[in-house]
Structures are given as structure tokens and as C-alpha cells.
């Protein structure tokens, strides 16, 4: 990340915080600035984060940045994006980390020949193991998609993919941390109504996920070869799997997916 001399930041909520904190926890030494309208989440980034300039203009911020990173809410992009005329200039990069908002949707916003990568993160990476998927606009150079990889590789696990697989990584794993936030939540309340206290049994519940998934990263084994490595002829896990057979888990999950990736397309206009 030499190469970057400015980052700065339109929009000061989570997902901007979890990707400073990735590039605070690496060390990586870049000038950030944030720009935020709320009074009260500045007073806190101020506080939270003493050595990053934090203003209210949104302007201020992109005329100051080299890497320009659109963290404001969807809704608010057409109005943030009509203010940024006079800030503009061929060597600035737009990063959009907006959901469901299309890179063409910005360059026309901005003017012709604006470089512009779009991104989906997730939650995730606010502890350093985000799952990020990045694509090009029609003018970023691949240059401009290394200078995002690596800040991103920051928060966690970047993947690049086309424009039109946006809306299924928006539908799979922006919106995944929820899925299975829910599905923890469901193992913990399952193991109070068969007896545990709910501390251990979020304890267990958290733990057993994040070891299955941990396991699965580690071996690179497909999920249902796992699986059936817990599954005893005649056990406990099989009697369990065949009530979410049943209950129809798998399509759920995948109707959920199908669900969030269908918003996003409506998001963008599609």
C-alpha cells in the first residue's frame, strides 16, 4: 500500500470503521480522513480515533483524498455524489462500498472517465474476517483493483468477480452474517429448552460454529464429506438432520440467499 498517500471516507459508520480499523491494525501508515454528518458519531470517531482527521463536510474529505471511499447509505448517494463536482479530478479513485449501486450509476452521477471500483463487504470485518467481493467500473485500470485488494486484504478474504455476480455476493455473504447470527441464536435457545444455562449454551453454540467453519477453511474438504463424518448409522446427529430435511433448512437458507440477491437487483433498478 505504498503506492496510497490518502484515503478518506464519505460516511462514518460500521463498515467504515471495520475497514480503518483493518488498515489501523496493520499498520499500514496512510493518511485517513472521514467525513460524517452526524454530531454525535464524529464525537465518537474523534474520540475512538484521535490521530484521523474527522469533518463534517463531505466535500472537504473527497478533495482532500487520493482513494475516495463511498460509505454512505444508497439512498443517499445521488444527493452526496451532486456535491463532489468541484473535488473531482483524473487521479482520484471512487471506491463504493454502497449496496446494490451500480458502477455505471456513478460514473454518470460524476462525469466521464471517473474510476470507480464497487465492493461489498461484510459485518465481519470489523474483527478482521470479512468476506469482500470487488469489481471494476468501465474505467478503473487493474491497477485500481490492487490498490483496493490491498486494503481490503486488511479486513479479511477479498474475491474479485463481474458487476452482474454483485447482487448474489450482496444476497450471500453481505447478508450472510445475519443467517447465521439467527442460526446461532437458534442453537443457543435450543440448548436452554433441553436444560443449559444460556451463557453455556451460547458458548457451546458460538464455538461449535465457529469451529465447523474453521475446519472447513482449514481441510478444504466439501461441507457434506464433513458432515458425514459426524453422522453415526443410527446417532443422535442423523435423528437431528432429518428434522431440518423435513424442515426444509437447505431450501430456506437458499430462499433467504434468493430474497436478499432479488432486493439488490431492486436496490440498483434492475
Known sequence: MAD?????FLGGGNMAEAIIKGLLRENSGVPLMVAEISAERRAYLA???PNIRIVENSSEAAAWGEIIILAI??????????TLERTLSPDKLFVSIMAGVRTSSIEEALENGTRVVRVMPNTPALVGLGATAICPGRKAAPLDLDRVES???QTGLVVRVEEK?????????????AYVFTFIEALSDAGVKNGLSREIASRLAVQTVLGAAHMLSETGEHPALLREKVTSPGGTTIAGLHIM????????????VDAATQRSRELAGK
Not at 4 to 8: F, G, Y
Not at 73 to 82: D, G
Not at 246 to 252: A, C, T
Request: aromatic residues 6%; without cysteine; glycine residues 10%.
Open 47 to 49: 474520540t475512538a480515533y
Open 165 to 177: 455476480q454483485m447482487d448474489a455476493v450482496t444476497g450471500l455473504s453481505g447478508s450472510g452474517p
Open 73 to 82: 447509505k444508497p439512498q443517499q448517494a445521488t444527493s452526496v455524489l451532486a
Open 4 to 8: 496510497i498517500k490518502r484515503i478518506a
Open 151 to 153: 486494503i481490503f486484504a
Open 245 to 256: 430435511e423435513n424442515g426444509r433448512f437447505r431450501g430456506v437458507v437458499m430462499d433467504a
